[in-house]
T-cell receptor, first 115, second 115 residues
Framework: AQSVTQLGSHVSVSEGALVLLRCNYSSSVPPYLFWYVQYPNQGLQLLLKYTTGATLVKGINGFEAEFKKSETSFHLTKPSAHMSDAAEYFCAVSDGAGGSYIPTFGRGTSLIVHP | KAGVTQTPRYLIKTRGQQVTLSCSPISGHRSVSWYQQTPGQGLQFLFEYFSETQRNKGNFPGRFSGRQFSNSRSEMNVSTLELGDSALYLC??????????????FGNGTRLTVT
């Protein structure tokens, strides 16, 4: 069965600093991987996704993530944090095992950006 | 293109009552999924409808039900409300369902409070 673990329920960075949000997954078959962002009082918005091909995936707002099969990881990074990046970030995995591609979401990581 | 629309945005109900939430997907999207989001449990999958048929179902009691209409609009119903049903209910639409890595497009949710 697929599962996702996001390390750290809260991550705090200074504006301009590197952002690193960690995601590890478990899947019996090659998965599809996603990062979503949720701003207060809003739904989730897709940041980026990995399906096949290049392991470094670029998303919106300067975010990118690298798929590392050997480490079963899909960490999200951004070189320089901005105040507007403060939000909840969710990693999700979808592997189609059992015929269903319904994604499983991690518990989320709240990104706090200090001025 | 208009996004996913959920109504109402906020609801306050009393224990034992029932409630109906509505979701209008992005035009052309045939799949609608419902999620329950709480601080304690994170994002939990309720069910997915595709072309008016329930295609996938999560591990929720029978008090939670849904349906999809021919125009792809969906409703979910919760009967005999319990305090623990207080949550943000998110609807997400997708062109063909969560297949082949297709991302979900979320609405802003309905905040249900049960007193």
């Amino acid at each position: 069965a697929q599962s996702v673990t996001q390390l750290g329920s809260h991550v705090s960075v200074s504006e301009g600093a590197l952002v690193l949000l960690r995601c590890n997954y478990s899947s019996s078959v090659p998965p599809y991987l996603f990062w979503y962002v949720q701003y207060p009082n809003q739904g989730l918005q897709l940041l980026l996704k990995y399906t096949t091909g290049a392991t470094l995936v670029k998303g919106i707002n300067g975010f990118e993530a690298e798929f590392k099969k050997s480490e079963t990881s899909f960490h999200l990074t951004k070189p320089s944090a901005h105040m507007s990046d403060a939000a909840e970030y969710f990693c999700a995995v979808s592997d189609g095992a059992g015929g269903s591609y319904i994604p499983t979401f991690g518990r989320g990581t709240s990104l706090i950006v200090h001025p | 293109k208009a996004g996913v629309t959920q109504t109402p945005r906020y609801l306050i109900k009393t224990r034992g009552q029932q409630v109906t939430l509505s979701c209008s997907p992005i035009s052309g999207h045939r799949s609608v999924s419902w999620y329950q989001q709480t601080p304690g449990q994170g994002l939990q999958f309720l069910f997915e409808y595709f072309s008016e048929t329930q295609r996938n179902k999560g591990n929720f009691p029978g008090r939670f039900s849904g349906r999809q209409f021919s125009n792809s609009r969906s409703e979910m119903n919760v009967s005999t409300l319990e305090l623990g049903d207080s949550a943000l209910y998110l609807c997400a639409s997708s062109l063909e369902g969560a297949t082949g890595g297709a991302p979900l497009h979320f609405g802003n949710g309905t905040r249900l409070t049960v007193t």
